[in-house]
């Protein structure tokens, strides 16, 4: 079992930075895969990006690439997302979830989700 709480989120003007932080709890942690994904209303959910258990490897959905880093620090059971160059669009609920095994883009692939955190972009 994973628990995931969210935050960082919050109202920033375009151009600005942001970061989301995921702080995880449970025994599982150390072997999960993390994700971040949004969901703008009336919108699906969609991936933004995954870090691997021990964080060799990373993606990134192409609308964040170059803007928006994931990252992780196991000894402190926490997921990061920093948030550059922040768009309008960037408009959504961010979510935190985990799977344990390697890093996928599938939001129906992860098993433990936050409840998100709210980040509005500005024009």
């Known amino acids: 079992q994973v628990q995931l709480v969210e935050s960082g989120g919050g109202l920033v003007q375009a151009g600005g930075s942001l970061r989301l932080s995921c702080a995880a709890s449970?025994?599982?942690?150390?072997?999960?895969?993390m994700g971040w994904f949004r969901q703008a209303p009336g919108k699906e959910r969609e991936f933004v990006a995954g870090?691997?258990?021990?964080?060799?490897?990373?993606l990134h959905a192409d609308s964040v690439k170059g803007r928006f880093t994931i990252s992780r620090d196991n000894a402190k059971n926490t997921v990061y997302l920093q948030m550059n160059s922040l768009k309008p669009e960037d408009t959504a609920v961010y979510y935190c979830?985990?799977?344990?095994?390697?890093?996928?883009?599938?939001?129906?692939?992860?098993?433990?989700w936050g409840q998100g955190t709210q980040v509005t972009v500005s024009s």
């Open positions: 870090i691997s258990v021990f964080g060799g490897r990373t």
């Open positions: 979830a985990a799977r344990v095994g390697r890093v996928v883009v599938t939001n129906d692939e992860y098993d433990y």
């Open positions: 449970g025994r599982t942690f150390s072997s999960s895969a």
